[in-house]
Every structure is written in C-alpha cells, then in structure tokens.
C-alpha cells in the first residue's frame, strides 16, 4: 500500500493567489514526521517545512503552511502569494518511527505550474 | 557555501564503463543516502550510513557500490549498468536523533547509460 499519497499530478495558480497540494499518509506508529519538499527544474530537493506527529500547532515557514489533520491523516502544503518561482515539483515525504532514514519515504509529487 | 555537493552534475556512460559518484556534506551531520530518482517514479531510497556504517541497502543491484569513508563523504561506485539505470542519483545528509532529522539534499547527478 501507498504510505504517501498526493493525488493531484499537476497544478496551476495564478501569480499572487494562495494554493493548497494535498498529501494523506498512511502509518500505525505514534511517532512520525511530516515534511514537504521542492524540487525545481534543476533537480536539487529543497526541504520547506517540518510537522512532527505530537506537534499541536501547524507549522509554518515564511509563506509555507502545513494544514494538519492528524485524524484524517493528512498534511496538505499551503503555498500563500504564489510567485512564479515557485513553479516546482513538490514531494511531500514521512519519516516513521525509528531514528534513521530508512523509514523515509516519499510520495509521487506534484507539479505545481504559477501562472503570470 | 552549499551544504551538500555532489561530483558530476552530469555522467554518460557506457554499460562497461566503470565511474563513481561523490557526495559531500558540510554540515556535519552523522547520516548520509543515496536515493535513485528515475522519471515518473517516487524517490526510491537505496542506501543508508549511519556513523559510516551501512544500515540499509534496499535490494539494490550488486552493480551499485556504495561507500562511505568517512561522515562527510559518499561515494556510489559504478560498473556494468544498464540503461534502465539512468536516472537523477540524489545524496541526502541528516542528523540522526534530532527531533526533526530533517534531510538536506545534493543538487543530483544526471546519469544517462548508453
């Protein structure tokens, strides 16, 4: 079974306006981590922002959001004042358990396209 | 200075050619990975070094080598691949047993087999 799933392939916003890119997880531990990733054309995977498990408040980086719903499993990626430069891949990931990074896993990403 | 390089940025080989890919963190973390990122797949996780010790090898072919001389450098040694070996090879650093254990990444090598 998909551990990460993000079920939009692609995605357009307009310059300015706000986005949200879905991701739901699938684990049974307590314990884990969230995390969202960019990846522009140039192939380098750039973290953005981090959700632990036991975290009460979302977590927010400059203008990165992380909506999450621990009940539904789900932590979806809020980009807020879309620019053109964050026309990307997103990958959203989790890391379960454990201490190393073999319980990292990542999901299919989504590519986000902003439009001027 | 960038926090995790990676040497070349791009490598055409042929099936017989022998070639190795370098990784290096300037951040001083305790894990390094390599991940293989080929087109429309997710990111596939094929090595883990703990402290310079290999504690994950995801059923990768023996044509991959990896080694891990100290907790600053990477390498993933090459030989006999296919072309269904080509593909984005990624290195990633963390430091294992921080609350976040966040990853940061290399720019990539774009490997094209012939």
């Known amino acids: 079974a998909q551990k990460i799933t993000q079920t939009q392939p692609g995605m357009f916003v307009q310059e300015k306006e706000a986005v949200t890119l879905d991701c739901t997880y699938d684990?049974?531990?307590?314990?884990?981590?969230l995390f969202w990733y960019k990846q522009p054309s140039s192939g380098e995977m750039i973290f953005l922002i981090y959700?632990?498990?036991?975290?009460?408040q979302n977590a927010t980086e400059g203008r990165y959001s992380l909506n999450f719903q621990k009940a539904r499993k789900s932590a979806n990626l809020v980009i807020s004042a879309s620019q053109l430069g964050d026309s990307a891949m997103y990958f959203c990931?989790?890391?379960?358990?454990?201490?190393?990074?073999?319980?990292?896993?990542f999901g299919p990403g989504t590519r986000l396209s902003v439009l001027p | 200075e960038t926090g995790v390089t990676q040497t070349p940025r791009h490598l055409v080989m042929g099936m017989t050619n022998k070639k190795s890919l370098k990784c290096e963190q300037h951040?001083?973390?305790?894990?390094m990975y390599w991940y293989k990122q080929s087109a429309k797949k997710p990111l596939e996780l094929m090595f883990v070094?703990?402290?310079?010790?290999?504690?994950e090898n995801n059923s990768v072919p023996s044509r991959f080598s990896p080694e891990c001389p100290n907790s600053s450098h990477l390498f993933l040694h090459l030989h006999t691949l296919q072309p269904e070996d080509s593909a984005l090879y990624l290195c990633?650093?963390?430091?294992?047993?921080?609350?976040?254990?966040?990853?940061?990444f290399g720019p990539g090598t774009r490997l094209t087999v012939l």
């Open positions: 990633a650093s963390s430091q294992e047993g921080r609350r976040t254990d966040t990853q940061y």
């Open positions: 959700q632990g498990s036991y975290d009460e």
């Open positions: 951040l001083g973390h305790n894990a």
């Open positions: 070094y703990n402290f310079k010790e290999q504690t």
């Open positions: 684990t049974s531990d307590q314990s884990y981590g």
């Open positions: 990931a989790m890391r379960e358990g454990g201490n190393y990074g073999q319980n990292f896993v």
